[in-house]
């Protein structure tokens, strides 16, 4: 496990400002690592610590970069490579990142498949196959039935309300007139009928 | 040994005569008319006793109308009670078709369950429990299930993909359960299911439609699809859902009389619709090729609320579809099929407001041309259930009105001898007495056949905990129900006064479950029929203390509306009498393995794919969480990013998702690789160059980190 040919007497004595900048770095890529559900905190450091190799190796050559967005860049671009590796399927990079990691979690990998994360090949066929086969469907091909609305074939009582309905529709000064005689009629009955 | 496939029933051959049908139907319509108008006769006659006046017509007409209906719906039960007692074997049953069959299905069918903004981790749980009720049979292969949700909230919307990806992994059911959500909702359930059938009706040869509560039973389902295997003449097959999780003491009043006296309704209502039945939008199977045939429903002449599109799809469909030749049966004896309700009054009559408007719009089917006439008398029907309370208010403002008038108007209250006086022997009193009895009869009919009936057959009294429970659940929900109806009446008269008015109905989601509603809600919502039963009160006290007495159940509903709303919608009052098995129902009692399944689910749960940790929900989790983000972008088609859509992306980054508006953000969340990009931002950049909530949504995966070391 790690990477052996790294001792630590290797690192340059860093100034306070840089152990801090690390140590955001440290703290990003850890809790990347806990978001992919990774629980075994020994696996977690060394993962960690790879990565982190990696970013401060590309540090010389981008001095500018903050520590954090290096290391962040190697975790991403280490996760999508292994992954491609295992999947073994050309797609395009944008994709690729969300396949793989959807494939990683319908694998199981958190519970399973924990020791094979992010490690070189051979890895276990059922793994493989399991990660191969991990897709997502909103719904099976499509098969799907027309469906057109067939106009509604009123009566002729129908078919008159529907031509008044529609001129009381466009013309509100007409509909205003209905409605007031609609009323007219209506206060005359009650009139007639109660106090007449 | 696979047993044999039976060859289909002769498409010719009807499962019920048509001169049998006829002859129901007759008997059935001319009977209730018949009572009809004895009792209008009567009351006529009284009238004229009394010296007939002019207002006596309107009062006669209005009566006319009102007990007519009081006589279909006593009716039902009566005819059902008959259907009963003729014993299961004679009763007239499409699902005996496919009685003692153990076939496996050679065609496929569909569960879709349409959903809008619900709570999907309830949602799975049914689904779960349906699948693994479908599985026990052995027939899992026969069916595919789909979640078709047209949830608005974004939020929701990533809820619904975590959960259903987890019930997936969890059932091992991905190519077995689906889930699509439409961008746009248009034309609401209707055109989620239309969509449904455009995209992948063809595969199916029947779908079995579901509401977010459905539950249904595996082994009824099975059932089901046997009988529209083995009928080619079937259209839909509706199933009477009954109630289920009842907590609060109005969902339990409504449970426990739709589990006690339904099966008389239904058995009423068979007895005449047979093959013209109706659906009811939900429990119900459907054969796919005729629905996309017959069921794309025209938008109506004009504007909402009388116009536009159809709000309650589901009996025109039914009407479409008999119209069409096809067969609608009510599948009265499927037991497995569930539902829920509405927690409180003021929810139940939230959705009475949709469903009023919806059938109101049916007046224009009423006219529409080559409707059978089982079709219509069931539009007319759902027409009724909502202008028989206007025309109840009517009735009882000008009852009232009448006596105001005979109080002060200084006429005599001695009577004439009417007809019926004369061939009876029998004064005014005692000829206004028979007809308040006969009302009263036929008003508690159908709850006094179905107590009988429960007390007498050893097997469902038990299942109701016992004779004492069910008296007391009897009693206590007619008391209540007589309180409550009042301010129902006046409540959908304001609906309709209002739809008539042209004020439209938007898409609500529904309460499914509440604490309760509070004082503050109920007095506003209550405030009229409270100071109309006030008023009214002292109007009736005016005229009359008798006629006030006589009012009383009238006016103490509307005076008491808002302790009864507030009362009736406490869970805790629901529990205490669920404690002493009152207004208990065999399911709640002894629950059916579906139920247990339903409650027992968790397969939408899991820690390791999940929206609803504090601090990275729904939206936030779709960008920050690597396996939701990866679920939501593997759902997406794939799309190119422009530069417009780098710079919203940017923003949401930069301002936070809550500083976006609903029409952007949900465009962001339809493009995968802005989500993608979003994604990889917030963990790369350091934590002033993006807005805090992602910070923060990164850091909560360190908290959890130190928690667990601490």
């Known amino acids: 496990m790690g990477i052996p040919h790294h001792p630590l007497e290797t690192l340059n004595p860093l100034n306070e400002a840089e152990l801090n900048e690390w140590e955001e770095a440290y703290a990003a890529v850890e809790a990347y690592f806990q978001a992919l559900r990774l629980r075994n905190r020994l696996l977690i450091a060394e993962l960690v610590r790879r990565v982190l190799w990696r970013a401060s190796s590309r540090k010389v050559n981008e001095p500018d970069k903050p520590a954090r967005v290096l290391a962040m860049e190697e975790t991403l671009a280490e996760i999508s490579a292994w992954t491609q590796d295992v999947l073994a399927e050309p797609l395009e990079n944008s994709r690729l990142a969300a396949r793989g990691r959807l494939a990683l979690l319908l694998t199981g990998m958190p519970d399973q498949w924990q020791s094979v994360f992010l490690t070189p090949p051979p890895w276990p066929g059922a793994f493989v196959a399991a990660m191969r086969s991990s897709y997502l469907a909103a719904g099976p091909n499509f098969a799907g039935l027309p469906m057109v609305a067939k106009p509604l074939e009123l009566n002729a009582f129908g078919n008159s309300a529907a031509l008044w309905w529609d001129t009381m529709d466009r013309r509100p000064i007409v509909r205003m007139m209905v409605v007031a005689c609609v009323l007219a009629f209506l206060s005359a009955a009650v009139w007639f009928i109660f106090f007449d | ?710």
Not at chain 2, 5 to 13: E, F, K, L, Q, S
Not at chain 2, 315 to 327: C, H, K, S, T
Request: charged share 20%.
């Open chain 2, 1 to 710: 040994m696979e047993p044999l496939v039976p060859t289909p029933r002769d498409a010719r051959r009807p499962f019920f005569g048509h001169f049998r049908r006829l002859v129901r139907r007759v008997v059935f319509f001319s009977s209730a008319l018949l009572a009809n108008l004895a009792a209008c006769f009567w009351m006529g006659d009284l009238f004229w006793r009394m010296g007939f006046q002019r207002e006596h017509f309107l009062l006669l007409a209005v009566f006319f109308v009102l007990n007519g209906l009081l006589v279909l719906g006593s009716f039902h039960a009566l005819f059902g009670a008959f259907d009963i007692l003729c014993a299961r074997r004679r009763a007239v049953r499409i699902t005996r078709l496919a009685d003692g069959q153990t076939f496996a299905l050679t065609q496929r069918f569909a569960i879709v369950m349409p959903v809008y903004n619900e709570d999907c981790v309830r949602v799975c749980a049914r689904i779960e429990a349906i699948f693994l009720s479908i599985q026990a049979t052995g027939q899992l292969a026969a069916f595919d299930f789909f979640i078709l949700s047209d949830t608005r909230d974004l939020n929701l919307w990533v809820l619904e993909e975590t959960a259903w990806t987890n019930l997936c992994r969890r059932l091992d059911a991905f190519g077995r359960i689906y889930y699509r959500r439409r961008k746009s909702n248009e034309n609401r359930k209707a055109g989620n299911i239309g969509d449904f059938v455009r995209s992948w009706g063809g595969s199916y040869e029947g779908m079995l439609v579901l509401d977010a509560d459905s539950l249904m039973d595996g082994a009824d389902i099975l059932k089901m699809a046997r009988v529209m295997q083995l009928y080619p003449r079937l259209g839909i097959l509706q199933t009477p859902p009954r109630l289920i999780h009842g907590a609060s003491v109005f969902t339990r009043l409504q449970q426990f009389a739709m589990r006690l006296y339904g099966p008389l309704f239904l058995h009423g209502l068979n007895f005449w619709q047979l093959d013209g039945g109706s659906y009811w939008g939900h429990n119900a199977l459907i054969r796919l090729q005729p629905f996309s045939e017959c069921c794309e429903l025209p938008a109506l002449p004009g504007h909402e609320p009388f116009g536009g599109r159809i709000l309650s799809h589901d009996f025109v469909e039914a009407a479409l579809m008999v119209r069409a030749g096809w067969e609608v049966w009510l599948a009265w004896d499927i037991a497995g099929t569930y539902e829920e309700a509405p927690p409180t009054l003021i929810d139940h009559l939230k959705r009475d407001r949709r469903w009023c408007q919806g059938n109101l719009q049916h007046l224009w089917l009423i006219f529409a041309r080559k409707l059978p006439f089982a079709a219509r008398v069931q539009l007319f029907m759902g027409i009724m259930a909502y202008l028989a309370c206007p025309i109840w208010f009517l009735f009882l403002l000008q009852s009232t009105w009448l006596a105001w008038d005979r109080r002060f108007s200084g006429l005599s209250n001695l009577t004439i001898p009417g007809n019926i006086g004369k061939w009876l022997h029998i004064d005014a009193l005692t000829q206004s007495l028979i007809l308040a009895l006969a009302i009263l009869v036929l008003l508690f009919l159908p709850k006094i056949l179905a107590l009988g009936g429960a007390i007498l057959a050893p097997k469902v009294r038990r299942s109701f905990g016992g004779a004492f429970p069910l008296l007391a659940g009897v009693i206590l929900e007619t008391l209540v129900s007589m309180l409550l109806a009042p301010c129902v009446m006046v409540a959908h008269t304001v609906m309709v006064i209002s739809i008539i008015l042209g004020r439209s109905v938007g898409w609500d989601t529904q309460n499914r479950e509440t604490d309760g509603t509070a004082w503050r809600d109920a007095v506003r919502f209550h405030a009229l029929p409270t100071v109309l039963g006030l008023v009214w009160t002292a109007v009736a006290f005016r005229i009359n203390p008798a006629f006030a007495a006589w009012m009383s159940p009238i006016l103490l509903g509307l005076v008491l509306a808002i302790p009864v709303s507030v009362w009736t919608s406490r869970g805790r009052y629901g529990r205490a009498l669920a404690a002493r098995k009152i207004l208990a129902t065999p399911e709640e009692l002894d629950p059916p393995e579906v139920i247990r399944l339903a409650d027992a689910a968790t397969a939408a749960l899991d820690p390791a794919l999940s929206a609803t940790h504090e601090g990275r929900f729904g939206i936030t989790a779709a960008v920050v969480d690597p396996y939701v983000n990866g679920v939501h972008v593997s759902l997406l088609e794939p799309a190119r990013m422009s530069e417009p859509e780098l710079d919203l992306a940017e923003r949401c980054l930069s301002e936070g998702p809550h500083a976006m508006s609903d029409h952007d953000l949900t465009d962001l969340l339809y493009l995968a690789p802005a989500m993608l990009h979003m994604h990889r931002s917030v963990w790369l950049r350091p934590a002033e160059s993006i807005h805090p909530l992602w910070t923060q949504a990164v850091e909560s995966y360190r908290r959890r980190l130190e928690g667990s070391a601490s």
